[in-house]
């Protein structure tokens, strides 16, 4: 698995918590201030790419009765701001990716206000506006109208948490220039693999 994927724009691609790795994890500390949804998506991004995924099982899991993760609604969004900004600052997406990712926040549980967000706070983000839709721009308004404490505390908290933007946009950079230096990969014979 190759460094960027669109889809760790806003989380993580694997649940890393119940991975085993085999790697240095003194490298995989996290800022402890971060939100307990983030962690695997902060993790993901100190990983060095590319991955190679084994979905061998290794425990079963049971049915998780309560939940640690917070439902604080603010900071959900800060989270996905910053992991969307801290990518969008490094990674140059095409207009249609553009595009898609607008589609893609209009769907479901509605979180366009999560792209007007990154644009105020990161200036490399300043272009996603231009694919907003009017109503885009009107459902954001109203958001943003219904829940005006909620939006303050997120734009409190792009000041409060700078530890967590610098944390993410150190290891996307690292990422992005690992990806621009690396060599071609060549397939592994089958003795190399087994000895993996």
């Known amino acids: 698995m190759h460094w960027p994927d669109p889809l760790q724009m806003q989380r993580a691609l694997h649940s890393n918590g119940a991975m085993l790795a085999r790697s240095n ?28 995924f084994v979905p061998q ?59 007007f967000v990154c644009a105020l706070n990161f200036a490399s983000c300043r272009r996603l506006v231009r694919y907003a839709t009017l109503s885009d721009w009107m459902w954001t308004c109203a958001y943003a109208m219904r829940h005006p404490f909620r939006m303050y505390r997120v734009l409190r908290l792009f000041k409060e948490k700078k530890t967590e933007e610098s944390f993410l946009t150190h290891h996307t950079q690292r990422r992005q220039a690992e990806s621009k230096n690396a060599l071609p990969i060549k397939h592994a014979s089958a003795g190399a693999r087994e000895s993996l």
């Open 25 to 52: 994890f003194q490298y995989f500390e996290v800022p402890e201030s971060i939100n307990f949804t983030a962690i695997e998506s902060f993790r993901e991004r100190t990983f060095v790419h590319p991955l190679l």
């Open 57 to 115: 099982r290794l425990a079963n899991f049971a049915v998780t009765r309560t939940t640690a993760r917070p439902g604080d609604a603010a900071s959900l969004t800060h989270v996905k701001a910053v992991l969307t900004g801290t990518f969008l600052s490094e990674i140059k997406m095409s207009r249609e990716s553009l595009r898609e990712l607008w589609l893609s926040a209009r769907k479901g549980s509605r979180s366009t206000h999560v792209l």
